[in-house]
């Protein structure tokens, strides 16, 4: 099932973090600021394709351009688009169709969410909490955001595929 899905998320510099998506057919890859809590949010945003809300939107800050991320649940699966705009600080507002779409593809929720939970745990497993917070330096790292969508991904995904259950 994540044969054909990659997620990637590593701090590559002070402030700065390389989020790679890819599935069979392209990939997707972005330099993110700090700017903003770019990692809870996106944490949050795949948690919330376990709630009652279908649509899923946040958005990373690329200075000065915007991928928004726009999730949609869709029974088991999830519609990715990502989107790039100008200017992350006049453009938060604007429609979606008014953002290229720079990337796409439909995944099962549970590998969207196995695939965002690992990544997110090799970050923390890699640099800790503290030098998390010495990199990212405004945001500490979403433990509670993640602990919260392993809970959900290990309740309702039926995942076959191995958790790591050491880290918190
Ligand atoms: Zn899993």
Redesign the pocket.
Known sequence: MTGDFQFSWELSGSGWATCRIADRSSEHKSIVSYCTDALADLVDGVTGLYGPTSTQRFSFDLEPAEDRWVLRGRGSDVDIAIRRFPDMSTCFDAPDEEGALSWSSTQPR?AL??AV??AAQGVLRQHGEEGYLAKWVRYPFPVAALQELRRL??RD?D?????DLSLP
């Open positions: 549970g969410g196995h939970v690992e991904h290990l995904d995942c076959p595929l191995e958790h």
